[in-house]
């Protein structure tokens, strides 16, 4: 059974910087593409970033790009996010995410293609 857990959440003020954790265990990790993922309270699930299963290939929303990025440790099972100069907009629950894939460089962006989440870590970010 997957299992994917969250850490790094916390509060901070704009500007400033928090590292998220995932860890993974159930799974062969190297042969998963990893995403993370947030929701924002009254807000759907809206992907962040994705790192793809060989860590060599990262893509990311719009929103974050330049200032968060996405990493992996094969060795540990744990993928991680980098998020730096955050925004009063970044608060929300972020939720790590994997799927099974026989690409080793795709990057996967769409909530449905990914089947096993975590239970998330609250992010705010005050002004």
């Known amino acids: 059974q997957v299992q994917l857990v969250e850490s790094g959440g916390g509060w901070v003020q704009a500007g400033g910087s928090l590292r998220l954790s995932c860890a993974a265990s159930?799974?062969?990790?190297?042969?998963?593409?990893m995403g993370w993922f947030r929701q924002a309270p009254g807000k759907e699930r809206e992907f962040v970033a994705t790192i793809s299963k060989s860590g060599g290939n990262t893509c990311y929303a719009d929103s974050v790009k330049g200032r968060f990025t996405s990493s992996r440790d094969n060795a540990k099972n744990t993928v991680y996010l980098q998020m730096n100069s955050l925004k009063p907009e970044d608060t929300a629950i972020y939720y790590c995410?994997?799927?099974?894939?026989?690409?080793?460089?795709?990057?996967?962006?769409?909530?449905?293609?990914?089947?096993?989440w975590g239970q998330g870590t609250q992010v705010t970010v005050s002004s």
């Open positions: 159930g799974l062969s990790f190297g042969n998963y593409a």
């Open positions: 995410a994997a799927r099974m894939t026989s690409w080793s460089s795709r990057c996967y962006t769409d909530r449905g293609s990914f089947n096993s």
